[in-house]
Protein backbone atom coordinates (compact mmCIF):
# COMPACT_ATOMS: atom_id res chain seq x y z
CA UNK A 1 0.00 0.00 0.00
CA UNK A 2 1.62 3.19 -1.21
CA UNK A 3 1.72 6.34 1.28
CA UNK A 4 -1.19 8.59 -0.53
CA UNK A 5 -3.81 5.68 0.07
CA UNK A 6 -2.96 5.76 3.74
CA UNK A 7 -2.86 9.38 4.15
CA UNK A 8 -5.81 9.70 2.40
CA UNK A 9 -7.82 6.91 4.47
CA UNK A 10 -6.68 8.70 7.79
CA UNK A 11 -7.40 12.45 6.39
CA UNK A 12 -10.67 11.55 5.76
CA UNK A 13 -11.74 9.11 9.48
CA UNK A 14 -9.85 12.42 11.09
CA UNK A 15 -12.76 14.40 9.96
CA UNK A 16 -15.53 12.52 10.17
CA UNK A 17 -13.89 11.71 13.53
CA UNK A 18 -14.31 15.33 14.52
CA UNK A 19 -18.11 15.15 14.13
CA UNK A 20 -18.08 12.00 15.61
CA UNK A 21 -16.24 13.64 18.91
CA UNK A 22 -18.63 15.95 19.00
CA UNK A 23 -21.67 13.63 19.52
CA UNK A 24 -19.73 12.09 22.38
CA UNK A 25 -19.18 15.73 23.92
CA UNK A 26 -22.99 15.41 24.50
CA UNK A 27 -22.98 11.97 26.38
CA UNK A 28 -19.59 13.33 28.25
CA UNK A 29 -21.55 16.37 29.21
CA UNK A 30 -24.50 14.53 30.79
CA UNK A 31 -22.54 12.06 32.65
CA UNK A 32 -19.89 14.46 33.46
CA UNK A 33 -22.52 16.48 35.39
CA UNK A 34 -25.81 14.50 35.97
CA UNK A 35 -24.02 10.76 36.02
CA UNK A 36 -26.36 9.38 34.25
CA UNK A 37 -25.80 7.74 31.41
CA UNK A 38 -27.67 8.45 27.99
CA UNK A 39 -28.55 5.48 26.58
CA UNK A 40 -30.87 7.38 24.09
CA UNK A 41 -28.12 9.35 23.14
CA UNK A 42 -27.87 7.67 19.50
CA UNK A 43 -31.68 8.02 19.30
CA UNK A 44 -31.28 12.18 19.88
CA UNK A 45 -28.66 12.75 17.25
CA UNK A 46 -30.72 10.71 14.89
CA UNK A 47 -33.95 12.63 15.56
CA UNK A 48 -31.04 15.65 14.86
CA UNK A 49 -30.38 14.18 11.56
CA UNK A 50 -34.34 13.88 10.90
CA UNK A 51 -35.01 17.56 11.44
CA UNK A 52 -32.17 18.52 8.88
CA UNK A 53 -33.52 16.21 6.76
CA UNK A 54 -37.16 17.67 6.86
CA UNK A 55 -35.50 21.51 6.65
CA UNK A 56 -33.42 20.54 3.54
CA UNK A 57 -36.84 19.16 2.28
CA UNK A 58 -39.34 21.40 2.79
CA UNK A 59 -36.88 25.09 2.81
CA UNK A 60 -33.83 23.53 0.54
CA UNK A 61 -31.79 24.35 3.55
CA UNK A 62 -28.40 23.16 3.70
CA UNK A 63 -27.85 20.92 6.60
CA UNK A 64 -24.78 23.28 8.31
CA UNK A 65 -27.11 26.09 8.12
CA UNK A 66 -30.28 23.60 10.19
CA UNK A 67 -27.29 23.27 12.59
CA UNK A 68 -28.33 26.07 14.91
CA UNK A 69 -31.84 25.13 14.37
CA UNK A 70 -31.48 21.27 15.52
CA UNK A 71 -29.18 22.36 17.96
CA UNK A 72 -31.72 24.57 19.49
CA UNK A 73 -34.54 21.72 19.24
CA UNK A 74 -32.72 19.43 20.53
CA UNK A 75 -31.92 21.68 23.87
CA UNK A 76 -35.38 21.99 24.54
CA UNK A 77 -36.07 18.33 23.92
CA UNK A 78 -33.59 17.49 26.15
CA UNK A 79 -34.24 20.37 29.01
CA UNK A 80 -37.99 19.23 29.01
CA UNK A 81 -37.11 15.32 29.52
CA UNK A 82 -34.09 16.15 32.09
CA UNK A 83 -37.24 18.24 33.87
CA UNK A 84 -40.11 16.35 33.75
CA UNK A 85 -38.54 12.93 33.35
CA UNK A 86 -35.16 11.90 34.25
CA UNK A 87 -34.83 13.85 37.57
CA UNK A 88 -37.63 11.96 38.87
CA UNK A 89 -35.17 8.47 38.57
CA UNK A 90 -32.20 10.28 39.82
CA UNK A 91 -32.39 8.72 43.53
CA UNK A 92 -33.38 5.15 41.47
CA UNK A 93 -30.32 2.48 40.91
CA UNK A 94 -28.34 2.83 38.17
CA UNK A 95 -30.24 -0.06 36.23
CA UNK A 96 -33.53 1.91 36.83
CA UNK A 97 -31.80 4.60 35.02
CA UNK A 98 -30.78 2.39 32.16
CA UNK A 99 -34.03 1.05 32.12
CA UNK A 100 -35.69 4.26 31.87
CA UNK A 101 -33.71 5.89 28.67
CA UNK A 102 -33.26 2.54 26.79
CA UNK A 103 -36.72 2.66 27.07
CA UNK A 104 -37.23 6.53 25.82
CA UNK A 105 -34.76 5.44 23.56
CA UNK A 106 -37.28 2.76 22.26
CA UNK A 107 -39.77 4.81 22.06
CA UNK A 108 -38.19 7.38 19.84
CA UNK A 109 -36.92 4.50 17.31
CA UNK A 110 -40.90 3.56 17.14
CA UNK A 111 -42.21 6.95 16.77
CA UNK A 112 -39.90 8.07 13.97
CA UNK A 113 -40.37 4.42 11.95
CA UNK A 114 -43.83 5.52 12.30
CA UNK A 115 -43.51 9.00 10.91
CA UNK A 116 -40.56 8.18 8.47
CA UNK A 117 -40.56 4.48 7.58
CA UNK A 118 -37.63 2.25 7.61
CA UNK A 119 -35.41 3.23 4.42
CA UNK A 120 -32.28 5.48 4.29
CA UNK A 121 -32.50 8.89 2.94
CA UNK A 122 -30.53 11.34 2.52
CA UNK A 123 -29.67 14.74 1.30
CA UNK A 124 -28.66 15.62 -2.07
CA UNK A 125 -26.13 19.12 -1.79
CA UNK A 126 -24.62 20.81 -4.90
CA UNK A 127 -21.09 20.48 -3.47
CA UNK A 128 -21.79 16.57 -2.66
CA UNK A 129 -18.95 15.60 -5.09
CA UNK A 130 -16.45 18.22 -5.31
CA UNK A 131 -12.84 18.17 -3.81
CA UNK A 132 -9.75 19.57 -3.57
CA UNK A 133 -6.40 18.15 -3.71
CA UNK A 134 -2.74 18.59 -1.79
CA UNK A 135 -0.49 16.88 -3.37
CA UNK A 136 -2.44 13.54 -3.83
CA UNK A 137 -4.29 13.99 -0.55
CA UNK A 138 -7.77 14.34 -1.98
CA UNK A 139 -9.94 16.21 0.64
CA UNK A 140 -14.04 15.82 -0.01
CA UNK A 141 -15.51 19.55 0.80
CA UNK A 142 -18.73 17.92 2.67
CA UNK A 143 -16.25 16.27 5.07
CA UNK A 144 -14.29 19.43 5.42
CA UNK A 145 -16.99 21.38 6.32
CA UNK A 146 -18.83 18.83 8.47
CA UNK A 147 -15.39 19.02 10.12
CA UNK A 148 -15.38 22.50 10.78
CA UNK A 149 -18.47 23.14 12.07
CA UNK A 150 -18.24 20.24 14.33
CA UNK A 151 -15.05 22.60 15.57
CA UNK A 152 -16.95 24.97 15.74
CA UNK A 153 -19.56 23.57 17.92
CA UNK A 154 -17.23 21.49 20.11
CA UNK A 155 -15.08 25.09 20.71
CA UNK A 156 -18.48 27.00 21.58
CA UNK A 157 -18.71 24.26 23.85
CA UNK A 158 -15.66 24.45 25.77
CA UNK A 159 -15.64 28.18 26.05
CA UNK A 160 -19.12 28.28 27.88
CA UNK A 161 -18.06 25.92 30.35
CA UNK A 162 -14.82 27.67 30.61
CA UNK A 163 -15.87 31.69 30.80
CA UNK A 164 -19.46 31.66 31.20
CA UNK A 165 -20.70 31.89 34.63
CA UNK A 166 -23.64 29.41 33.83
CA UNK A 167 -20.95 27.43 33.01
CA UNK A 168 -18.69 28.03 35.50
CA UNK A 169 -22.01 26.66 37.71
CA UNK A 170 -22.82 23.41 36.01
CA UNK A 171 -18.76 22.54 36.45
CA UNK A 172 -19.38 23.67 40.37
CA UNK A 173 -22.66 21.00 40.41
CA UNK A 174 -20.77 18.31 38.76
CA UNK A 175 -17.77 18.66 41.23
CA UNK A 176 -20.04 18.85 44.09
CA UNK A 177 -23.95 18.64 43.50
CA UNK A 178 -24.32 19.61 47.71
CA UNK A 179 -21.80 22.19 47.89
CA UNK A 180 -23.29 23.77 44.77
CA UNK A 181 -26.50 23.96 46.33
CA UNK A 182 -25.50 25.55 49.96
CA UNK A 183 -24.24 28.15 47.70
CA UNK A 184 -27.37 28.70 46.56
CA UNK A 185 -27.37 27.70 42.57
CA UNK A 186 -30.89 26.17 41.16
CA UNK A 187 -29.36 22.84 41.01
CA UNK A 188 -32.15 20.85 39.14
CA UNK A 189 -32.80 23.82 36.45
CA UNK A 190 -28.38 23.55 36.04
CA UNK A 191 -28.97 20.01 35.27
CA UNK A 192 -31.89 20.63 32.44
CA UNK A 193 -29.76 23.25 31.16
CA UNK A 194 -26.93 20.43 30.89
CA UNK A 195 -29.30 17.83 29.34
CA UNK A 196 -30.56 20.42 27.23
CA UNK A 197 -26.66 21.17 26.49
CA UNK A 198 -25.74 17.85 25.95
CA UNK A 199 -29.12 16.70 23.88
CA UNK A 200 -27.51 20.47 21.26
CA UNK A 201 -24.78 18.75 20.87
CA UNK A 202 -26.13 15.49 19.41
CA UNK A 203 -28.70 17.73 17.18
CA UNK A 204 -26.07 19.86 15.89
CA UNK A 205 -23.91 16.77 15.45
CA UNK A 206 -26.91 14.93 13.54
CA UNK A 207 -27.98 17.99 11.20
CA UNK A 208 -23.72 17.87 10.28
CA UNK A 209 -23.05 13.69 9.90
CA UNK A 210 -26.36 14.25 7.71
CA UNK A 211 -24.06 15.87 4.93
CA UNK A 212 -22.27 12.23 5.04
CA UNK A 213 -24.75 9.37 5.33
CA UNK A 214 -27.52 8.59 5.16
CA UNK A 215 -30.25 8.55 7.82
CA UNK A 216 -32.63 5.89 9.06
CA UNK A 217 -34.47 5.37 12.01
CA UNK A 218 -32.13 2.11 13.44
CA UNK A 219 -29.23 4.22 12.73
CA UNK A 220 -29.50 5.28 16.75
CA UNK A 221 -28.67 2.15 18.48
CA UNK A 222 -25.18 2.12 16.89
CA UNK A 223 -24.08 5.69 17.37
CA UNK A 224 -25.39 5.25 20.73
CA UNK A 225 -22.56 2.34 20.77
CA UNK A 226 -20.16 4.21 19.18
CA UNK A 227 -20.21 7.29 21.76
CA UNK A 228 -19.79 4.92 24.92
CA UNK A 229 -16.86 3.27 23.10
CA UNK A 230 -15.60 6.79 21.93
CA UNK A 231 -16.08 8.67 25.61
CA UNK A 232 -14.69 5.46 27.55
CA UNK A 233 -11.50 5.61 25.40
CA UNK A 234 -11.31 9.30 25.62
CA UNK A 235 -11.85 9.41 29.82
CA UNK A 236 -15.88 9.18 30.83
CA UNK A 237 -16.61 12.75 32.06
CA UNK A 238 -13.74 14.35 30.07
CA UNK A 239 -14.53 17.09 27.33
CA UNK A 240 -11.90 16.88 25.81
CA UNK A 241 -11.17 13.41 25.71
CA UNK A 242 -14.02 12.88 23.70
CA UNK A 243 -13.21 14.70 20.97
CA UNK A 244 -9.65 12.99 21.33
CA UNK A 245 -11.28 9.45 21.21
CA UNK A 246 -13.68 10.65 18.18
CA UNK A 247 -10.55 11.51 16.31
CA UNK A 248 -8.88 7.75 17.40
CA UNK A 249 -12.25 5.84 16.70
CA UNK A 250 -12.54 7.58 12.92
CA UNK A 251 -9.04 7.17 12.20
CA UNK A 252 -9.29 3.27 13.38
CA UNK A 253 -12.52 2.81 11.26
CA UNK A 254 -11.19 4.18 7.92
CA UNK A 255 -7.94 1.76 8.50
CA UNK A 256 -10.50 -0.97 9.03
CA UNK A 257 -11.94 -0.08 6.03
CA UNK A 258 -9.21 0.02 4.48
CA UNK A 259 -6.98 -3.22 5.69
CA UNK A 260 -9.83 -5.43 6.16
CA UNK A 261 -13.16 -4.53 5.30
CA UNK A 262 -15.96 -1.99 6.03
CA UNK A 263 -18.25 -3.82 7.66
CA UNK A 264 -15.37 -4.98 10.05
CA UNK A 265 -14.99 -1.62 11.50
CA UNK A 266 -16.74 -1.28 14.85
CA UNK A 267 -15.16 -4.47 15.64
CA UNK A 268 -12.02 -2.26 15.27
CA UNK A 269 -13.39 0.15 17.78
CA UNK A 270 -14.36 -2.29 20.29
CA UNK A 271 -11.13 -3.87 20.18
CA UNK A 272 -9.68 -0.92 20.95
CA UNK A 273 -12.09 -0.09 23.62
CA UNK A 274 -10.96 -3.81 25.15
CA UNK A 275 -7.57 -2.83 25.00
CA UNK A 276 -8.05 0.81 26.64
CA UNK A 277 -9.97 -1.02 29.52
CA UNK A 278 -7.18 -3.47 29.41
CA UNK A 279 -4.76 -0.95 29.85
CA UNK A 280 -6.03 2.00 31.32
CA UNK A 281 -9.76 1.66 32.18
CA UNK A 282 -10.16 5.55 32.86
CA UNK A 283 -9.24 6.30 29.21
CA UNK A 284 -6.53 8.26 27.93
CA UNK A 285 -7.26 11.46 29.75
CA UNK A 286 -9.88 10.54 32.49
CA UNK A 287 -8.56 11.27 35.83
CA UNK A 288 -8.00 7.58 37.92
CA UNK A 289 -10.36 7.18 40.11
CA UNK A 290 -11.16 4.67 43.20
CA UNK B 1 -40.62 -27.67 60.18
CA UNK B 2 -39.81 -29.96 57.09
CA UNK B 3 -37.16 -28.65 54.64
CA UNK B 4 -40.08 -28.95 51.94
CA UNK B 5 -42.19 -26.85 54.71
CA UNK B 6 -39.11 -24.56 55.05
CA UNK B 7 -38.79 -23.67 51.29
CA UNK B 8 -42.21 -22.49 51.29
CA UNK B 9 -42.65 -20.93 54.55
CA UNK B 10 -42.50 -17.08 52.81
CA UNK B 11 -45.19 -18.05 51.18
CA UNK B 12 -48.82 -17.12 52.89
CA UNK B 13 -51.49 -19.83 52.51
CA UNK B 14 -52.89 -17.55 50.00
CA UNK B 15 -49.57 -17.59 48.19
CA UNK B 16 -49.38 -21.35 48.02
CA UNK B 17 -53.02 -21.75 46.60
CA UNK B 18 -52.28 -19.36 43.86
CA UNK B 19 -48.86 -20.72 43.52
CA UNK B 20 -50.34 -24.21 42.97
CA UNK B 21 -52.99 -23.41 40.81
CA UNK B 22 -51.29 -21.09 38.66
CA UNK B 23 -48.60 -24.23 38.02
CA UNK B 24 -51.82 -26.21 37.62
CA UNK B 25 -53.20 -24.21 35.23
CA UNK B 26 -49.31 -24.28 33.25
CA UNK B 27 -49.10 -27.35 33.18
CA UNK B 28 -52.24 -28.34 31.62
CA UNK B 29 -51.85 -25.62 28.74
CA UNK B 30 -50.99 -27.87 26.10
CA UNK B 31 -54.43 -29.96 26.87
CA UNK B 32 -56.49 -26.51 26.35
CA UNK B 33 -53.80 -23.50 24.66
CA UNK B 34 -53.97 -23.91 20.96
CA UNK B 35 -50.27 -23.66 19.30
CA UNK B 36 -49.86 -19.89 19.25
CA UNK B 37 -50.78 -20.27 23.14
CA UNK B 38 -47.86 -22.66 23.72
CA UNK B 39 -45.76 -20.41 21.35
CA UNK B 40 -45.83 -17.58 23.88
CA UNK B 41 -45.89 -19.37 26.79
CA UNK B 42 -42.80 -21.02 25.98
CA UNK B 43 -41.18 -17.74 24.89
CA UNK B 44 -42.25 -16.63 28.75
CA UNK B 45 -40.52 -19.63 29.88
CA UNK B 46 -37.59 -19.01 27.42
CA UNK B 47 -37.46 -15.11 28.74
CA UNK B 48 -38.14 -16.26 31.95
CA UNK B 49 -34.57 -18.47 32.61
CA UNK B 50 -32.65 -15.58 30.82
CA UNK B 51 -34.53 -13.14 33.11
CA UNK B 52 -33.39 -15.21 36.46
CA UNK B 53 -29.91 -15.60 34.96
CA UNK B 54 -29.70 -11.91 34.86
CA UNK B 55 -31.17 -11.39 37.80
CA UNK B 56 -29.02 -13.39 39.92
CA UNK B 57 -25.83 -10.70 38.77
CA UNK B 58 -27.94 -7.74 38.82
CA UNK B 59 -30.19 -8.76 41.94
CA UNK B 60 -27.74 -10.94 44.18
CA UNK B 61 -24.72 -9.63 43.65
CA UNK B 62 -25.37 -5.98 42.21
CA UNK B 63 -23.21 -6.67 38.60
CA UNK B 64 -24.99 -4.50 35.73
CA UNK B 65 -25.11 -6.51 32.33
CA UNK B 66 -26.62 -5.30 29.33
CA UNK B 67 -24.66 -8.24 26.93
CA UNK B 68 -26.49 -10.87 28.26
CA UNK B 69 -27.38 -12.40 24.52
CA UNK B 70 -23.82 -12.94 24.45
CA UNK B 71 -23.51 -15.97 26.94
CA UNK B 72 -27.03 -16.74 25.18
CA UNK B 73 -25.96 -16.65 21.81
CA UNK B 74 -22.72 -18.71 22.60
CA UNK B 75 -24.40 -21.08 24.22
CA UNK B 76 -26.67 -21.10 21.42
CA UNK B 77 -23.48 -21.29 18.57
CA UNK B 78 -21.40 -23.88 20.49
CA UNK B 79 -23.86 -26.37 20.72
CA UNK B 80 -25.59 -25.85 17.05
CA UNK B 81 -22.37 -26.08 15.80
CA UNK B 82 -21.00 -29.36 17.17
CA UNK B 83 -24.27 -30.85 16.86
CA UNK B 84 -24.06 -30.24 12.68
CA UNK B 85 -20.11 -30.33 12.05
CA UNK B 86 -19.61 -33.30 14.50
CA UNK B 87 -23.26 -35.23 15.37
CA UNK B 88 -22.83 -34.73 19.08
CA UNK B 89 -26.44 -34.53 20.51
CA UNK B 90 -27.11 -31.16 22.58
CA UNK B 91 -27.68 -32.76 25.37
CA UNK B 92 -23.64 -33.47 25.28
CA UNK B 93 -23.39 -30.26 23.30
CA UNK B 94 -24.62 -28.02 26.87
CA UNK B 95 -21.54 -28.50 28.60
CA UNK B 96 -19.04 -26.75 25.85
CA UNK B 97 -21.76 -24.59 25.74
CA UNK B 98 -22.08 -24.15 29.36
CA UNK B 99 -18.28 -23.94 29.69
CA UNK B 100 -17.55 -21.59 26.46
CA UNK B 101 -20.20 -18.61 28.06
CA UNK B 102 -18.59 -18.86 30.99
CA UNK B 103 -15.28 -18.62 29.43
CA UNK B 104 -16.77 -15.68 28.19
CA UNK B 105 -18.06 -14.08 31.75
CA UNK B 106 -14.85 -15.25 33.19
CA UNK B 107 -13.27 -13.17 30.58
CA UNK B 108 -15.34 -10.03 31.17
CA UNK B 109 -15.21 -10.36 34.56
CA UNK B 110 -11.48 -10.36 35.16
CA UNK B 111 -11.27 -7.65 32.74
CA UNK B 112 -13.96 -5.55 34.60
CA UNK B 113 -12.83 -6.35 38.11
CA UNK B 114 -9.83 -6.39 38.17
CA UNK B 115 -9.59 -2.92 38.34
CA UNK B 116 -12.76 -2.71 40.55
CA UNK B 117 -14.61 -1.10 37.74
CA UNK B 118 -17.88 -0.42 38.82
CA UNK B 119 -21.28 0.22 37.74
CA UNK B 120 -21.69 2.10 34.07
CA UNK B 121 -18.37 0.79 33.35
CA UNK B 122 -18.82 -2.82 33.49
CA UNK B 123 -22.28 -2.21 32.21
CA UNK B 124 -20.77 -0.82 29.18
CA UNK B 125 -18.02 -3.35 28.95
CA UNK B 126 -20.43 -6.09 28.83
CA UNK B 127 -22.01 -4.48 25.69
CA UNK B 128 -18.62 -4.02 24.11
CA UNK B 129 -17.95 -7.28 24.24
CA UNK B 130 -21.48 -8.72 22.94
CA UNK B 131 -20.84 -5.84 19.92
CA UNK B 132 -17.59 -7.14 19.04
CA UNK B 133 -18.63 -10.93 19.13
CA UNK B 134 -21.45 -10.30 17.18
CA UNK B 135 -19.57 -8.66 14.73
CA UNK B 136 -16.70 -11.49 14.69
CA UNK B 137 -19.71 -13.95 13.81
CA UNK B 138 -20.51 -12.09 11.16
CA UNK B 139 -17.54 -12.56 9.34
CA UNK B 140 -16.98 -16.08 10.12
CA UNK B 141 -18.26 -18.68 7.75
CA UNK B 142 -18.23 -21.94 9.00
CA UNK B 143 -20.96 -20.12 11.30
CA UNK B 144 -23.00 -19.09 8.69
CA UNK B 145 -22.02 -15.45 8.83
CA UNK B 146 -24.54 -12.90 8.52
CA UNK B 147 -26.56 -15.37 6.39
CA UNK B 148 -27.31 -17.82 9.13
CA UNK B 149 -26.65 -20.93 10.73
CA UNK B 150 -29.65 -23.68 10.39
CA UNK B 151 -29.98 -26.90 12.32
CA UNK B 152 -31.84 -29.44 9.58
CA UNK B 153 -35.13 -30.62 11.00
CA UNK B 154 -37.35 -32.78 9.26
CA UNK B 155 -41.08 -33.19 9.52
CA UNK B 156 -40.44 -36.33 11.41
CA UNK B 157 -38.15 -34.48 13.86
CA UNK B 158 -41.68 -32.88 14.88
CA UNK B 159 -43.23 -35.55 17.02
CA UNK B 160 -42.87 -37.74 19.75
CA UNK B 161 -39.88 -37.02 22.22
CA UNK B 162 -36.36 -37.42 21.82
CA UNK B 163 -34.80 -34.85 24.68
CA UNK B 164 -31.30 -36.30 23.44
CA UNK B 165 -31.31 -34.46 20.28
CA UNK B 166 -33.62 -32.06 21.55
CA UNK B 167 -36.07 -33.06 18.53
CA UNK B 168 -39.68 -33.39 19.41
CA UNK B 169 -43.45 -31.74 19.32
CA UNK B 170 -44.01 -28.61 21.11
CA UNK B 171 -45.54 -29.75 23.95
CA UNK B 172 -41.72 -31.28 24.51
CA UNK B 173 -40.07 -27.83 24.04
CA UNK B 174 -42.91 -26.12 26.21
CA UNK B 175 -42.43 -28.98 29.32
CA UNK B 176 -38.61 -28.88 28.93
CA UNK B 177 -38.36 -25.06 29.23
CA UNK B 178 -40.47 -24.72 32.06
CA UNK B 179 -38.81 -27.33 33.76
CA UNK B 180 -35.19 -25.44 33.35
CA UNK B 181 -36.68 -21.92 34.22
CA UNK B 182 -38.28 -23.26 37.35
CA UNK B 183 -35.17 -25.43 37.69
CA UNK B 184 -33.38 -21.76 37.70
CA UNK B 185 -35.89 -20.42 40.25
CA UNK B 186 -35.28 -23.04 42.80
CA UNK B 187 -31.45 -23.08 42.14
CA UNK B 188 -31.75 -19.08 42.59
CA UNK B 189 -33.72 -19.84 46.15
CA UNK B 190 -31.58 -22.12 46.96
CA UNK B 191 -28.22 -19.46 46.16
CA UNK B 192 -29.74 -16.54 47.76
CA UNK B 193 -29.82 -18.32 51.22
CA UNK B 194 -26.71 -19.80 51.10
CA UNK B 195 -23.14 -18.20 52.36
CA UNK B 196 -22.61 -17.59 48.68
CA UNK B 197 -25.65 -15.52 48.67
CA UNK B 198 -25.35 -14.05 51.59
CA UNK B 199 -21.84 -12.85 51.10
CA UNK B 200 -23.47 -11.62 47.41
CA UNK B 201 -26.08 -9.45 48.79
CA UNK B 202 -23.25 -8.30 51.77
CA UNK B 203 -21.52 -6.83 48.06
CA UNK B 204 -24.20 -5.59 46.57
CA UNK B 205 -24.82 -3.41 49.57
CA UNK B 206 -21.23 -2.10 49.80
CA UNK B 207 -18.83 -4.13 48.52
CA UNK B 208 -16.14 -1.77 50.66
CA UNK B 209 -17.69 -3.17 53.93
CA UNK B 210 -17.61 -6.41 52.76
CA UNK B 211 -13.73 -6.27 51.79
CA UNK B 212 -13.44 -5.12 55.15
CA UNK B 213 -15.16 -8.05 57.24
CA UNK B 214 -12.80 -10.14 54.74
CA UNK B 215 -15.28 -11.63 51.82
CA UNK B 216 -13.01 -12.19 48.75
CA UNK B 217 -14.79 -9.73 46.65
CA UNK B 218 -13.46 -10.42 43.11
CA UNK B 219 -13.98 -14.14 44.02
CA UNK B 220 -17.80 -14.18 44.62
CA UNK B 221 -18.21 -11.60 42.27
CA UNK B 222 -16.64 -13.96 39.41
CA UNK B 223 -18.84 -16.89 41.22
CA UNK B 224 -22.07 -14.91 40.53
CA UNK B 225 -20.88 -14.53 36.81
CA UNK B 226 -19.82 -17.70 36.33
CA UNK B 227 -23.48 -19.04 37.71
CA UNK B 228 -25.03 -16.32 35.38
CA UNK B 229 -23.49 -16.86 32.58
CA UNK B 230 -23.49 -20.89 32.32
CA UNK B 231 -27.29 -20.48 33.09
CA UNK B 232 -27.79 -18.20 29.97
CA UNK B 233 -25.39 -20.47 27.77
CA UNK B 234 -28.05 -23.29 28.80
CA UNK B 235 -30.97 -20.73 27.67
CA UNK B 236 -28.97 -20.48 24.28
CA UNK B 237 -28.84 -24.58 23.51
CA UNK B 238 -32.51 -24.73 23.93
CA UNK B 239 -32.94 -21.08 21.54
CA UNK B 240 -30.92 -23.28 18.94
CA UNK B 241 -32.92 -26.35 18.73
CA UNK B 242 -36.30 -24.79 19.75
CA UNK B 243 -35.39 -22.07 16.80
CA UNK B 244 -33.34 -24.12 14.11
CA UNK B 245 -31.83 -21.46 12.82
CA UNK B 246 -29.62 -18.61 14.03
CA UNK B 247 -28.83 -14.93 12.92
CA UNK B 248 -26.33 -13.07 14.72
CA UNK B 249 -28.32 -9.64 14.06
CA UNK B 250 -30.46 -11.49 15.88
CA UNK B 251 -29.04 -13.23 18.40
CA UNK B 252 -26.41 -10.73 19.88
CA UNK B 253 -28.80 -8.39 18.81
CA UNK B 254 -28.60 -5.42 21.97
CA UNK B 255 -32.51 -5.75 21.59
CA UNK B 256 -32.13 -9.08 22.93
CA UNK B 257 -30.23 -8.02 26.04
CA UNK B 258 -32.37 -4.95 26.61
CA UNK B 259 -35.13 -8.00 26.62
CA UNK B 260 -33.36 -10.02 29.62
CA UNK B 261 -33.09 -7.41 31.61
CA UNK B 262 -36.76 -6.50 31.26
CA UNK B 263 -38.13 -8.82 32.75
CA UNK B 264 -36.83 -8.82 35.88
CA UNK B 265 -36.82 -5.35 36.32
CA UNK B 266 -40.97 -5.02 35.45
CA UNK B 267 -40.92 -7.95 37.98
CA UNK B 268 -38.82 -6.59 40.48
CA UNK B 269 -35.08 -6.98 40.45
CA UNK B 270 -33.31 -8.75 43.65
CA UNK B 271 -36.83 -10.55 44.19
CA UNK B 272 -36.93 -14.82 43.40
CA UNK B 273 -40.10 -14.43 41.38
CA UNK B 274 -39.77 -10.93 39.96
CA UNK B 275 -37.84 -12.12 36.64
CA UNK B 276 -40.41 -15.15 35.66
CA UNK B 277 -43.84 -12.79 36.92
CA UNK B 278 -42.53 -9.90 34.92
CA UNK B 279 -42.24 -12.44 31.58
CA UNK B 280 -45.56 -13.30 32.67
CA UNK B 281 -47.11 -9.51 32.71
CA UNK B 282 -44.64 -8.32 29.39
CA UNK B 283 -44.49 -10.90 26.60
CA UNK B 284 -48.72 -11.60 26.61
CA UNK B 285 -48.75 -7.31 27.17
CA UNK B 286 -46.93 -7.23 23.71
CA UNK B 287 -48.73 -9.84 22.20
CA UNK B 288 -52.18 -7.87 23.43
CA UNK B 289 -51.03 -5.39 22.17
CA UNK B 290 -50.23 -6.55 18.33
CA UNK B 291 -53.73 -7.84 18.81
CA UNK B 292 -55.38 -5.14 19.81
CA UNK B 293 -53.98 -3.31 16.90
CA UNK B 294 -54.82 -6.07 14.18
CA UNK B 295 -58.25 -5.81 15.74
CA UNK B 296 -58.68 -1.61 15.26
CA UNK B 297 -57.46 -2.02 11.43
CA UNK B 298 -59.61 -4.76 11.11
CA UNK B 299 -63.27 -2.82 12.49
CA UNK B 300 -61.53 0.06 10.58
CA UNK B 301 -60.55 2.55 13.11
CA UNK B 302 -57.14 2.28 11.85
CA UNK B 303 -56.72 2.38 7.82
CA UNK B 304 -55.23 -1.15 7.53
CA UNK B 305 -53.11 0.54 4.81
CA UNK B 306 -50.89 2.11 7.30
CA UNK B 307 -47.97 0.57 8.20
CA UNK B 308 -47.64 0.31 11.97
CA UNK B 309 -44.27 -0.75 12.45
CA UNK B 310 -43.28 0.85 15.09
CA UNK B 311 -46.85 1.29 17.47
CA UNK B 312 -46.45 -2.28 19.25
CA UNK B 313 -42.87 -1.07 20.47
CA UNK B 314 -44.38 2.39 20.85
CA UNK B 315 -46.93 1.08 23.19
CA UNK B 316 -44.54 -1.26 24.79
CA UNK B 317 -42.57 0.87 26.07
CA UNK B 318 -44.54 3.65 27.11
CA UNK B 319 -45.78 1.32 29.77
CA UNK B 320 -42.61 0.51 30.60
CA UNK B 321 -41.58 3.98 31.41
CA UNK B 322 -44.65 4.29 33.56
CA UNK B 323 -43.89 1.35 35.65
CA UNK B 324 -39.90 2.61 36.00
CA UNK B 325 -41.60 6.05 37.31
CA UNK B 326 -44.14 4.62 39.38
CA UNK B 327 -43.58 1.30 40.48
CA UNK B 328 -39.37 1.04 40.74
CA UNK B 329 -39.33 -1.50 43.02
CA UNK B 330 -41.09 -3.66 40.19
CA UNK B 331 -44.59 -5.02 40.67
CA UNK B 332 -43.48 -8.38 42.10
CA UNK B 333 -43.11 -6.75 45.63
CA UNK B 334 -46.39 -4.81 45.48
CA UNK B 335 -48.58 -7.58 43.84
CA UNK B 336 -47.49 -9.75 46.56
CA UNK B 337 -47.99 -7.42 49.43
CA UNK B 338 -51.38 -6.27 48.16
CA UNK B 339 -52.57 -9.85 47.66
CA UNK B 340 -50.72 -11.02 50.69
CA UNK B 341 -48.85 -13.59 48.84
CA UNK B 342 -46.32 -13.70 51.25
CA UNK B 343 -46.01 -13.65 55.18
CA UNK B 344 -45.15 -10.18 56.32
CA UNK B 345 -42.03 -11.12 57.88
CA UNK B 346 -40.50 -12.97 54.76
CA UNK B 347 -39.60 -11.05 51.53
CA UNK B 348 -40.10 -12.41 48.12
Not at chain 1, 42 to 65: K, T
Not at chain 1, 189 to 208: D, P, Q, V
Request: with cysteine.
Amino acid sequence: MDFWTLANAVASGLLIGLVYGLSALGLSVIFGVIRIVNFAHGEIMVMGMFFALLMFRWLGLDPLLSVPLAAALMFGFGYVLQLVVVSRVSHLPEHMQFLLLAAIAIMIVSALLLVFGPDAQGVDVDYAWNSFAVGELIIDYPKMFAAIAAVIVASLLLAFFKYTSTGKAIRACADNRMGAQVVGLNVSRLYALTFGIGAACLGAAGAIILLLFEVHPYLAPGYTLLAFVIVIIGGLGSLFGALVGGILIGVSEAMAALLFQPSMKSAFSFGLLILVLLLRPQGLLGKAVR
Amino acid sequence: MSPLGRYFHPLSPAGLWLGAAFLAVLLLLPVWGGSYVMTVATTVFYLALIGQSWNLMLGFAGLLSIGHALFVGIGAYTAAYLFAAVGLPPIVGVLPAIALAVLMGVLIGYLGFRFAIGGVYFALLTIAFAEFVRIIVDHVSWLGATEGFFLKVSSADRHGIDLVNLRGAPEMYYYLIMALALGALVLCRFLLRSRLGYYWQAIRDDAEAAEALGVNVLRYKMYAVIISSGMAGVAGVFYAFYQNSLFPEIVFNIERSIEATLGSIVGGVGTLFGPIFGTFILTPLGEIVTEAIDLLKHWGVIDPQIKLDGLKLLIWSFIVVLIVLFKPKGLWPWVCSRLRLTRPEAEG
